[in-house]
């Protein structure tokens, strides 16, 4: 059996792909508490809370990025982390004011949003309700 040197990792949000390359080591933040993940690590599967998950690159850079809660999955080589929001940072100082700006404005986004949905369907309910009423 050959032991492996990196592992291929994704990082999808439901919009789109984060990040996709490879890695030589990688740590988060599970409900339990920190870990760490290697190449030949065993088969792993976890719940991801909201974190920074660090992506250590075969040239010694590292890649830092800002998640919301989460799946990680790594099996083989391959490690997909599924994440609700997530932003890449380009080091930890700058990383918490790039996850607040970015998750503030999403959070805003998404109460427009329910909201022009809840009005959608209150607009809905009344005409069904119009529809019921006897024509006279």
Not at 3 to 16: E, G, Q
Not at 100 to 123: G, I
């Amino acid at each position: 059996m050959s032991m492996a040197t990196d592992m291929d990792v994704t990082l999808r949000l439901p919009t789109r792909t984060l990040f996709e390359g490879t890695a030589t080591r990688l740590t988060g933040v599970a409900p339990n508490g920190a870990f760490g993940i290697l190449p030949n690590h065993i088969d792993f599967v976890t719940a991801l809370v909201p974190s920074v998950l660090t992506v250590g690159r075969a040239d010694g850079t590292e890649e830092i990025f800002g998640l919301d809660e989460g799946l990680l999955v790594k099996k083989g080589r391959d490690v997909t982390v599924a994440t609700l929001r997530g932003v890449r940072g380009e080091d930890l100082g700058t990383l918490r004011d790039t996850v607040e700006a970015s998750f503030v404005r999403m959070d805003e986004e998404e109460r427009q949003a329910r909201s022009a949905l809840s009005r959608l369907e209150a607009d809905m309910v009344r005409r069904f309700a119009e529809l019921k009423r006897p024509q006279g």
